[in-house]
C-alpha cells in the first residue's frame, strides 16, 4: 500500500485500471452524453452541392465587370430557386435567376449578389456594381469533404455532435456502455433526508453530491445507502455491491479514528490496497483498491472534501472508464485575485472562479473553503491549486487552476 502519494501519481495509477466496457447501438435521439465508440466518416459533403447563403440573384460575375451607376448592366430573370428546388435553366451570358437562401447555385452561375444591391421587375434585374467571381457563394465541400473523419472515437455526444450525424444521414450510433457505480456512505452520524433530524446527528448530503455528481458524467448510478459505523456491515454492503457493479465508491472512515472503518473493511473482504491518503487539502483521506480487478474508491466523510477527492482524483479515472477522449480536466494558468494567508504542506485546492478583468483571467476564490463546507461549490468552476510546500501567496500571484 502507498501512502500520502501526491494528486498526479493518484490519478495515474487509477488510469492504468481505467477499462472501457463493451459497446452497444442507440438510435441518434437517444444518444445524448453517451461516448462515441468509433470514429465516423462523412457519408457525404457538407453542403453537398454549391448553395447561396442569401437571398439575392444567382449570375456570372463577368457580366457585371462594367457594371455602374451610370451604366447599369441588365440581365434577364430566367427563373426562382428557392432551398430544395432543381434548377431548371443554366445561367448563360445576359441571364441571372433569382434565388433564396441555401438553394442549389444553377449550372453556369459564380456569383451571388444580393436584392438589396440590385433593382428589379418581374422581368429584369438592374446591377450597379461589379460583383466579384466566387462572391456568396457556399461551394460543396466548404464545410466537410466527403470521407474524411468528422468525429472520433471517443468523443462525448453533445446535441451539435448529435446535429452533425444527423446532417450526414446517420440515424443509428455505436457507443461504450455505460459504467456502474455503487455509491455507499458510512457514518452512524448521518441521516436520511426527509427524515427527522435528532442532536448531534447530519443529514446524509454525500449520498446525494456524489451519486450525482456520478451521473453528470455519464455512468450508471446504484445509491446503496448509508452504513452505520460497523466493521462487519460495512464490509458486508461492499462485498454485495461488488457482484452487482462496476467500480465502488464510499464516503466516510477514510482516516484513522477509532471508528474509520474504510481499510479495515477493505482487508477484511481480501481487497488489495492501492494507495492511502493523497497529498492534497481537501481530500487527502482518499483511497483507492481493487478486488479481482473491480476498484474500491473511498473518499473522506466531509462533504467538502469528498467532491474535491472525486474531482481532482476520481473523475479522469472515471471519464476514461466511459470511453471519453478528454478526460482529463483543462488547466489554465490564472492570477490569484485574494491573498491566501495559510501555508501548504500538501498541495492546497481551492474552489472558485474564473473572472475576466482587462482581458486577465483571475481566480476568485469562493467563501466556504473548510473541508465540510458545501457552499463553496455553487457557483464555481475552476479548482485553484497551491503546489506543496508553499508560504502564504499573495494576491497577483499566477497559479494554476482546473475547469470542471
Known amino acids: ?5 501526491s494528486v498526479e501519481e493518484a490519478q495515474e495509477l487509477l488510469l492504468n485500471f481505467a477499462r472501457k466496457k463493451e459497446t452497444e447501438e442507440v438510435s441518434l435521439i437517444h444518444s ?19 448553395k447561396s447563403p442569401l437571398d439575392g440573384y ?3 460575375g463577368e457580366d457585371t465587370e462594367n457594371a455602374s451607376n451610370e451604366n447599369p448592366v ?15 435553366y443554366k445561367v448563360v451570358p445576359g441571364t441571372a435567376a433569382k434565388i433564396l437562401t441555401g ?15 440590385t433593382q428589379w421587375d418581374d422581368e429584369y434585374v438592374r446591377i450597379s456594381n461589379p460583383v466579384m467571381l466566387r462572391e456568396n457563394v457556399i461551394y460543396e465541400g466548404e464545410e466537410i469533404q466527403k470521407n474524411n473523419i468528422i468525429l472520433e472515437e471517443g468523443t462525448l455526444i453533445t446535441s451539435a455532435v448529435m446535429g452533425m450525424m444527423a446532417s450526414q444521414g446517420i440515424n443509428i450510433c455505436k457507443v461504450y456502455k455505460k459504467p456502474s457505480v455503487a455509491v455507499i456512505t458510512t457514518g452512524s452520524e448521518l441521516t436520511d433526508v426527509g427524515q427527522q433530524l435528532s442532536y448531534g446527528k447530519i443529514y446524509n448530503s454525500n449520498l446525494y453530491t456524489v451519486s ?20 462487519d456491515n460495512i464490509a458486508d454492503k461492499i462485498s ?24 479495515s473493511s477493505l482487508e477484511k473482504i481480501g481487497a488489495e490496497i492501492l494507495f492511502w491518503k493523497v497529498q492534497m487539502k481537501p481530500g487527502m483521506a482518499t483511497l483507492a483498491a481493487q478486488k479481482d480487478g473491480k476498484l474500491i474508491l473511498g473518499l473522506s466523510g466531509n462533504p467538502g472534501s469528498a467532491i474535491i477527492g472525486m474531482m481532482r482524483v476520481v473523475q479522469p479515472y472515471l471519464l476514461k472508464c466511459c470511453g471519453r477522449r478528454d478526460y482529463m480536466p483543462e488547466e489554465i494558468n490564472v492570477i490569484l485575485k485574494n491573498d491566501v494567508k495559510k501555508k501548504s504542506p500538501s498541495t492546497r485546492l481551492l474552489r472558485g472562479r474564473l ?10 476564490e469562493n467563501a466556504g473553503q473548510g473541508n465540510g463546507m458545501l457552499i463553496s461549490l455553487l457557483d464555481f468552476d475552476l479548482i485553484g491549486e497551491i503546489p506543496a510546500g508553499s508560504p502564504p501567496v499573495s494576491g497577483g500571484t499566477m497559479i494554476k487552476a482546473y475547469r470542471y
Open 212 to 231: 450525482g455528481y456520478v451521473r453528470s458524467l455519464g455512468l450508471e448510478c446504484m445509491e446503496v445507502g448509508n452504513v452505520e459505523d460497523n466493521l
Open 74 to 88: 441588365v440581365l434577364r430573370i430566367t427563373e426562382e430557386i428557392s432551398a430544395g428546388k432543381v434548377p431548371a
Open 58 to 60: 444567382a449570375l456570372r
Open 1 to 5: 500500500m502507498r501512502k500520502k502519494i
Open 32 to 50: 445524448m452524453n453517451r461516448v462515441l465508440a468509433r470514429n465516423i466518416y462523412a457519408n457525404i459533403s457538407i453542403p453537398p452541392f454549391d
Open 103 to 117: 438553394a442549389p447555385i444553377p449550372e453556369g452561375a459564380n456569383s451571388v449578389i444580393r436584392y438589396e444591391d
Open 355 to 364: 473572472t475576466i478583468d482587462n482581458g486577465r483571467a483571475f481566480f476568485e
Open 240 to 263: 454485495e455491491a461488488l457482484k452487482t457493479a462496476d467500480i465502488v465508491i464510499t464516503t466516510g472512515g477514510a482516516s484513522v479514528g477509532d471508528y474509520d472503518y474504510a481499510i
